[in-house]
């Protein structure tokens, strides 16, 4: 199994960052397989969404809608809101695993690999990629 981590930095409001390209370099050349993006957050996920039409921007606020900050979590520590950071991978996966055929994710024709994280209080983020051969 091949494997890599992509580190970035997240700012101070919620993301959904588009990494399509960064998994799509990861598999070139690859061949026939699997890539697994694995995102190692309790407060992040990972989804297959369509990008730049605004449909990042409304999962962000359906996130907000979802689980709103000013709800009564348990969970105190962090910015205000944390606890609903904690609650979003039961929602959005940590991960997801996509077939890869001759080196080429094969996504949907709108489908993107997006890193969702919604968490203000950890700004350097790493996803795990991982192409098992097939």
């Not at 960064?22 to 397989?33: H, L, N, P």
């Not at 359906?62 to 979003?88: E, K, T």
Request: with cysteine; aromatic share 6%; glycine share 12%.
């Amino acid at each position: 199994m091949d494997s890599e981590v992509l580190q970035f930095q997240t700012g101070n409001q919620p993301e959904a960052r588009d990494i399509t390209a960064q998994v799509a370099a990861f598999v070139a050349g690859k061949g026939d397989g699997l890539v697994q993006v694995f995102c190692p957050h309790a407060t992040a996920g990972i989804a297959l969404i369509e990008t730049g039409a605004g449909s990042d921007a409304d999962l962000l606020d359906i996130i907000d809608h979802v689980l709103p900050p000013g709800f009564g979590y348990r969970h105190q520590h962090g910015s205000p809101g944390h606890g609903a950071d904690h609650v979003l991978p039961a929602f959005i996966s940590p991960s997801v695993t996509i077939p890869v055929l001759d080196g080429r994710m094969q996504l949907g024709t709108w489908q993107s690999v997006v890193f969702v994280d919604p968490n203000v209080d950890n700004p350097t983020r790493k996803v795990r990629l991982s192409f098992l051969k097939g």
